[in-house]
């Protein structure tokens, strides 16, 4: 089992910044995919950012340029800087983990992101 612990969540005017952190732990590989996704009410969950052990990285389009994934392997945890946000931004985001060659992945409880206008 791999447990997922989120941290950077909360309420910030439109324009403002957040950054979020997961941190894996438990039955961690080195060779995995970790990110984000959210979730806003009456909605499907969507894609945010997704980054692999090797750099290789998937925005959705209406994030790029104003988000940006990162990941430190050697403390298994994953960052997403949150920049120019849009009340549209606002949702629960997920962290998400994938290891290699597994087709079933881990979430995070989710951390609120408000953002106002």
């Known amino acids: 089992q791999v447990q997922l612990v989120e941290s950077g969540g909360g309420l910030v005017q439109a324009g403002g910044s957040l950054r979020l952190s997961c941190a894996a732990s438990g039955s961690t590989s080195s060779r995995n995919t970790m990110g984000w996704y959210r979730q806003a009410p009456g909605k499907q969950r969507e894609l945010v950012a997704i980054m692999d052990s090797g750099g290789s990285t998937n925005y959705a389009d209406s994030v790029k340029g104003r988000f940006g994934i990162s990941r430190d392997n050697a403390k298994n945890t994953v960052y997403l800087q949150m920049n120019s946000l849009k009340p549209e931004d606002t949702a629960g985001y997920y962290c998400?983990?994938?290891?290699?060659?597994?087709?079933?992945?881990?979430w995070g409880p989710g951390t609120q992101v408000t953002v106002f206008s």
């Open positions: 998400y983990y994938r290891p290699y060659g597994q087709t079933n992945a881990y």
